[in-house]
Structures are given as structure tokens and as C-alpha cells.
């Protein structure tokens, strides 16, 4: 299983950037994806999860100015970023919780990260 995200740039403070993460391999189920982040210095933390159609998570940092969205039939997530602040600067990395075998437990995994930059 890969997951293969793009989309991330320099961009200028109250610009937007919009991200994506393909998940591919011998996926037989996706119950998850979701967007953390990871700042110079920092810890890793969550910034929007996506589960089934309607079950979405934002970290309160990003509230109104995000969205996450999902393509099923792709095994794609989506992070549309607005107003960006440069405090978001920051490695971003996709994770989806899936299965790759009907007879085995959902595990999570996770791709390289793709970099935002926000800056003037």
C-alpha cells in the first residue's frame, strides 16, 4: 500500500493550497484518511479527518478555513486550504486506516508528506 500526496507549495499568507493523497495497492477497504502536520520543532498533530461520508474531524486551529473531502471510488483525500496563516507552515502527511485483507485488522498507514510553506 502507498500513499502518494502532492499539492504542496509556497504560497503567501491568505492564499490557498489544496492537497492530495492517493492511496493505491491491495486495498480492500478504507474505513479512514485524514491530513496531520508537522511544524519545525513541533509534534505531528491532526488537522482533519474523514471517515465514511460525513464523519469529519477538524482540529480547532483550522476550523473555517479547511475542508476535507474524500473520492471513494479514487481511495483519494482531499485538503483544501484557505486563508492561509503562517502558522500552518508545516510538512503535511496523509494517513488512511484501512484493510488489505478481508481476514485481517484495519491498520494505519501513512505517506511521506508533501511541505507547505506560507510566507510573504
Known amino acids: 500500500v502507498q500513499l502518494q500526496a502532492s499539492g504542496g507549495g509556497l504560497v503567501q499568507p491568505g492564499g490557498s493550497l489544496r492537497l492530495s493523497c492517493a492511496a493505491s495497492?491491495?486495498?480492500?477497504?478504507?474505513?479512514?484518511m485524514g491530513w496531520y502536520r508537522q511544524a519545525p520543532g513541533k509534534q505531528r498533530e491532526l488537522v482533519a479527518t474523514?471517515?465514511?461520508?460525513?464523519?469529519?474531524n477538524y482540529a480547532d486551529s483550522v476550523k473555517g478555513r479547511f475542508t476535507i473531502s474524500r473520492d471513494g471510488a479514487k481511495n483519494t483525500v482531499y485538503l483544501q486550504m484557505s486563508s492561509l496563516k503562517p502558522e500552518d507552515t508545516a510538512v503535511y502527511y496523509c494517513?488512511?486506516?484501512?484493510?488489505?485483507?478481508?481476514?485481517?485488522?484495519?491498520?494505519?498507514?501513512w505517506g511521506r508528506g508533501t511541505l507547505v510553506t506560507v510566507s510573504s
Open positions: 495497492g491491495r486495498i480492500i477497504a478504507i474505513s479512514r
Open positions: 494517513n488512511a486506516d484501512l484493510r488489505t485483507r478481508i481476514d485481517e485488522p484495519v491498520y494505519s498507514y
Open positions: 474523514i471517515a465514511g461520508r460525513d464523519s469529519i
